[in-house]
């Protein structure tokens, strides 16, 4: 399984982008998945998240101007960002704890996509 994470670029202080995190290889199914972002000399922190039930949390730093969602099959996540400000600023990675089959166990494993740069200029 792997998770591509694509979309970033440089936009200026309330513009928009969007991003999108691509899965392939082969996984039964998803318990959530979840964009994350990590400024320099920052810890990653959570951005969003949405779960296999569709429910959804966000960061209360983009709460009102972000919204993740998905495709009906999970292989693909995205994460529209509107009136972005340049504390946005970060590398953002997709993330996601999957179902996965190990010859007669079933268990999740957690996935980590490349990173995307998102750069919001002044």
């Known amino acids: 399984v792997q998770l591509q994470a694509s979309g970033g670029g440089l936009v200026p202080a309330g513009g928009s982008l969007k991003l999108s995190c691509e899965v392939s290889?082969?996984?039964?199914?998803?318990?959530?998945m979840a964009w994350y972002r990590q400024a320099p000399g920052n810890q990653r922190e959570l951005v969003a998240r949405?779960?296999?039930?569709?429910?959804?949390n966000y960061a209360d730093s983009v709460k009102g101007r972000f919204t993740i969602s998905r495709d009906d099959s999970w292989k693909t996540m995205t994460l529209q960002m509107n009136s972005l400000k340049t504390e946005d600023s970060a590398v953002y990675f997709c993330?996601?704890?999957?179902?996965?089959?190990?010859?007669?166990?079933?268990?999740?494993?957690?996935?980590w996509g490349q990173g995307t740069q998102v750069t919001v200029s002044s």
């Open positions: 290889g082969n996984f039964v199914g998803v318990r959530d």
């Open positions: 949405i779960s296999s039930g569709g429910s959804v």
């Open positions: 993330n996601g704890d999957l179902w996965i089959q190990h010859g007669t166990l079933l268990a999740t494993d957690t996935y």
